[in-house]
């Protein structure tokens, strides 16, 4: 039986199906496009709000940093309340507009990776609808998108508990910093592994509610008892696709440094082009190598377990001819009439 290599398989599709990577781009950078204009616009309108008296222009105008920062202060007093209810209501249509736009721009990602890899490969006992199939996934894909809002917010709970918690280490009578700062990163580091680890599992969930037409709880179950079935494959693929994902940021890392270093020479607008360009191309590969990598798991869960393991070489132990060589022959028995120690008085 030949062998597949699913990372092998996940690279592969990133080249011959470029359109779900476009298509990947498509939705996430539309919705961070809106998000940023509706930030923009919002911030704008919050500005208008804000009363500026005659008196405050005049310090303003007075180039004095001690003049400026108490008309500063005098304009944004009293703004909070208006300023934290803007904050949540942005918060809450940004969330609602991710859980929708993610949940259809994902659906269609999906389904183009396991028609890719044929569905009838894709070992699961899936349901036969016939009608409202959409319908169904765009619901389980929402819930499994609900349930990353909420690990996500109880991440960011979690980290202000850290932060109270790491208060009470250090008071004013025994003021201790060091040991506040450690124990704050010590609890947002063990938040943000649980964080990340709770929603790998919920992303990894979405294939199974493509491929397999599992409802939100049912596609976490199958996800889990998939990773227990597959976990080196599983853990070969992720690794290796974030293993590129880190070489591109160390690229664009250094290569970002380029417009950088004639900042001294060229206007400030053809460097900030050039820094927003390789980003822009940054964050395009990386979806790619998303996109690869679902790829990498769909084709894990569509070829048999046998065929994603090396065939190993047989030990001349356990060879037919080895075997017959060790084998004692039926001929070479001890002759009854031969005199043993026994016999011998």
């Known amino acids: 039986m030949s062998s597949h290599s699913p990372t092998l398989e996940g690279f592969r599709v990133m080249f011959r199906r470029p359109s779900l990577g476009l298509a990947e781009i498509s939705w996430r950078w539309s919705l961070g496009f809106a998000a940023g204009i509706l930030l923009f616009f ?3 309108e919050y500005l208008d709000t804000l009363p500026v008296s005659d ?3 005049l310090l303003l105008r007075s180039h004095q940093p001690f003049l400026i920062s108490h008309a500063i202060l005098h304009i944004f007093s009293g703004s909070g309340p208006r300023l934290v209810a803007a904050g949540l209501v942005l918060i809450f249509a940004m969330t609602l507009a991710w859980i929708g736009t993610a949940s259809f721009g994902r659906g269609a990602t999906l389904k ?10 894709i070992q699961s006992a899936r349901p036969n609808f016939s009608a409202g199939e959409g319908a169904r996934q765009f619901r389980s894909l929402a819930g499994l998108n609900f349930f990353r809002v909420g690990v996500t917010l109880a991440a960011l709970v979690s980290c202000v508990g850290g932060l109270l918690l790491a208060g009470f280490a250090s008071s004013t009578a025994d003021p201790s910093p060091g040991s506040a700062t450690l124990i704050f990163l010590s609890m947002v580091m063990l938040v943000w592994l649980a964080w990340a680890m709770l929603n790998w599992f919920l992303s990894l969930a979405a294939i199974f509610v493509v491929a397999e037409g599992r409802d939100a709880f049912g596609a976490v179950a199958s996800a889990v008892d998939f990773c227990r079935a597959r976990t080196g494959s599983v853990l070969a693929a992720g690794t290796w696709f974030e ?5 591109v940021f160390v690229v664009a890392s250094s290569v970002v440094a380029i417009p950088l270093a004639f900042s001294g020479v060229l206007p400030a607008g ?3 082009g050039g820094v927003l360009l390789v980003a822009l191309l940054y964050f395009a590969i990386v979806d790619f ?3 690869g990598r679902l790829a990498a798991y769909v084709a894990v869960l569509s070829f048999p377990e046998q065929s994603l393991v090396s065939q190993t070489v047989q030990s001349p132990l356990t ?4 075997q017959s060589s060790l084998t004692p022959r039926s001929g070479s028995g001890i002759d009854p009439d031969e005199l043993i120690l026994s016999d011998i008085q």
């Open 42 to 44: 919002s911030f704008v």
């Open 319 to 322: 060879d037919s001819g080895s």
């Open 55 to 57: 008196a405050d222009l």
């Open 243 to 247: 293993v590129a994902h880190v070489v």
């Open 112 to 121: 183009g990776l396991v028609d890719y890899f044929g569905e009838d490969k």
């Open 289 to 291: 190598l998303y996109v």
């Open 270 to 272: 053809v460097i900030l």
